[in-house]
């Protein structure tokens, strides 16, 4: 069974810091551009960090950065979100998700459309 699996979510203090993995089974992640996306209550899901399937190149919206850093370990098939100086706005359900358009590139992309597997989500909530 092709999947993703979030984890690292949770409760954490503006200011704190929390680590997200995105982890795969039933296939190989190498290669493929893996996108973060969040979803606030009463907002649309949106794209905001990628990083590439061929030399590990990474993307921000500006939302996130400086704050963010996105990275993988092929090896261990799995993908990370590092999240520093958390503010109450970046709370949401963070989603990682593979895409096929940029497959093998130094490329990567944070369109929803271009999403080919979604994991199930994680709950991320930033307050004092």
């Known amino acids: 069974q092709v999947q993703l699996v979030e984890s690292g979510g949770g409760l954490v203090q503006p200011g704190g810091s929390l680590r997200l993995s995105c982890a795969a089974s039933g296939f190989s992640l190498d290669y493929y551009a893996i996108a973060w996306f969040r979803q606030a209550p009463g907002k649309e899901r949106e794209g905001f960090s990628c990083i590439s399937g061929r030399d590990d190149s990474a993307s921000y919206a500006d939302s996130v950065k400086g704050r963010f850093a996105i990275s993988r370990d092929n090896a261990k098939n799995t993908v990370y979100l590092q999240m520093n100086s958390l503010k109450p706005e970046d709370t949401a359900v963070y989603y990682c998700?593979?895409?096929?358009?940029?497959?093998?590139?130094?490329?990567?992309?944070?369109?929803?459309?271009?999403?080919?597997?979604w994991g199930q989500g994680t709950q991320v909530t930033v307050s004092s």
């Open positions: 998700a593979t895409s096929s358009t940029y497959y093998g590139t130094n490329y990567c992309t944070i369109s929803p459309r271009d999403v080919g597997v």
